[in-house]
Structures are given as C-alpha cells and as structure tokens.
C-alpha cells in the first residue's frame, strides 16, 4: 500500500485584493493551479525568480494565509475546507517553518534559550523543558550555554541554525523552509544546508525548500519544482531536471548558474521581464519571453502534463496537440 504523502496539494489559487476600480475589487492572482505532493522524508525544491509566488505557497502550506480556491491536505487532513481551524489544530505541532532573516525571526529581548522553549510552553509547557532545549541546541551544533546568551551575540548563521532548532521543538514532521540560506555567505550557506540534510536523515523530515539559487536546490532536493509567474511549469526528480531540463524558462534559469567551464556554451540570456500578476498574458504566461513560443503559446494554457518517468512540464513544445 501506498504511503500517504506529507503534503497533498491540488488547483491551488491565490489571489489578493491590491484595490478597486469601477467599484469592484482589483485582483492580483498570485498563484495558478498549483499542485504538487510531497512524500515522508523528501526534499521538494520550489525555484523561480522574485514574484512567481513561492512564499505565498510555503505560508498557505503552513496555514498562515488561507488560499483563495483548491485544496490542501497535510497528513491527510484538509486545511482548506470547512473544517480548516479543527485540521489545522489537530497537525499545527507536525509542521513548522523556517524564515529566510534569522534576526528578524528572533526576538532581540529573548534569551536564546527562551526563544526555543517558547513553543513547549506555548503547547503545554514540559517539565523537562530545559533538558529539550539543551538537546536541541546540541542537535544544530551550538554550545549549550548558548541558551542564556543573546541572539545579537551569534553570527547569521549561528541565528539560522537557532531558528532551525526552536522548529524541531515540537518533533515536526513537515518543515517549510523559505530562503533558508538566501541571507548567509557562501560557506555558512553550506554549513546550513549540510545540517538540514542531517537532521533530515535522522528526524524523517520532509522539506518545502524555497529557493531562487538553483545550485543550493541541486544539493538538497529530492525533486524539484519551477514556478514561473505563479504556476508550475516543470517538476521532475533532481538529476533529471538538471540533466535534462524540458521547458525554456527552465533551461534560461540553469543556463544562468555560473560554472567554472571556459568551453561551455552558454544559451541567450532570456531578456524581458516577468508579467505583471494584475494582467497577465493570455495563454501560455511565458511566451512573451520564450525564444521557442509557438502561435498557441499565446492563447492556450498549457498543461503540466507527464513527459518522462517523474517529469512533468507546461510546455506546448512537449505536449503537442
């Protein structure tokens, strides 16, 4: 039998109020039919540029915005049906989520021991409370006087790996990482990613790694996911994609990855910018960039449909009529 995906999610929309006109509300459609599944102890990588929504996904994930339409099943309960506040409740302590700013994601006033803490006490307090913290803070490679120290007292990546253990208080088994490294220089970049695959080998967890920098994604991920202006268009297991990336948007984005090869021959660098989510282009939302469009490209949609073992891609070139 089939083991029941951590996260099931299915036509997630998302759209925000930005103002009005001709007394009807203005729309901004931040997400498209979003779907994905992610499997006990997997690492989905969510990549695209600034704007494509991926942030807006990893918080409706978590429960902090409520989609506009679609679904969204965590554990196998729905978050986004009637019984939202009851499902949420019942698998809040299961899932947690890291922020991109570990200063900003800690309060300056709190002992870093009390940060930790604070979501046992917020869950019902623990009698062993300060044996857990101490745990926790061997567990991120931090001395366990750390806890009565400051946060201004560490480096960013000291703060990250700080935030990552007040997010395993509770033993998630789902944790949401939003630019998790975007913040840290190249070696603390790699310390961190190093420990969040650790923690994964040994807790079971499953990642929502959200990222821009593809070459993190490729040390990560499992599999991983593209998004452009709010929809996917691409997902395909980790050597696949890199080996073979399918849609242009895709190839322009690994393409663009600086390799210490002299004789590699580069692609055009796609130009244009990515549309506005107040008024898109009709039809494929890319086209108005893609080297390759085709004249359906401009009013037909296409659909993330299967195109090799675990790939799928949005893309009129691969999916023809």
């Known amino acids: 039998m089939a083991e029941t995906p951590l996260v099931e999610v299915r036509d997630l ?10 007394g009807r ?8 039919r979003l779907s994905f599944d992610i499997a006990p102890g997997e690492t989905l990588g969510l990549v695209g540029e600034s704007g494509s929504g991926k942030s807006t996904a990893g918080r409706i994930l978590v429960g902090l915005l409520e989609p506009t339409a679609g679904s969204v099943k965590l554990f196998g309960r729905d978050i986004t049906g009637g019984a939202r506040k009851a499902n949420l409740a019942a ?8 922020f991109q700013d570990p200063q900003a994601a800690l309060n300056p006033r709190m002992r870093v021991g009390e940060s930790i803490a604070e979501p046992l006490d917020i869950a019902g307090g623990r009698s062993d409370r300060q044996v857990r913290t101490r745990e926790l803070l061997e567990m991120v490679g931090l001395p366990k006087d750390s806890a009565e120290r400051f946060p201004h007292e560490f480096s960013g990546g000291q703060r990250q790996r700080i935030v990552i253990a007040r997010a395993l208080a509770l033993k998630p088994d789902f944790v949401v990482c939003d630019e998790p490294v975007s913040a840290l220089d190249v070696s603390m970049q790699a310390q961190i990613v190093n ?6 080998a040994r807790l079971g967890l499953g990642y929502l790694f959200i990222a821009h920098d593809l070459a ?5 991920a499992h599999r991983v996911a593209v998004m452009y202006a709010g929809s996917l268009v691409e997902v395909a297991p980790r050597a696949a994609l890199y080996r073979s990336p399918q849609h242009p948007y895709t190839q322009a984005l690994l393409d663009a990855v600086p390799r210490p090869d002299p004789d590699r021959i580069r692609r055009p660098v796609i130009g244009g910018e990515v549309p506005s989510l107040l008024d898109p282009p009709p039809g494929c ?3 108005t960039r893609c080297p390759h469009a085709l004249p359906r490209c401009r009013v037909e949609v296409p659909m993330l449909r299967q195109t090799g073992p675990g790939h799928f891609t949005a893309c009129h070139l691969h999916n023809p009529p």
């Open 216 to 220: 993190v994604v490729r040390a990560v």
């Open 25 to 32: 509300p203005v729309m901004m459609q931040v997400l498209k």
């Open 13 to 22: 929309d998302m759209a925000f109020p930005v103002g009005r006109a001709g």
């Open 91 to 98: 698998v809040r302590a299961r899932l947690q989520f890291v």
């Open 195 to 200: 420990l969040l695959q650790d923690l994964q």
């Open 285 to 287: 939302r890319f086209h």
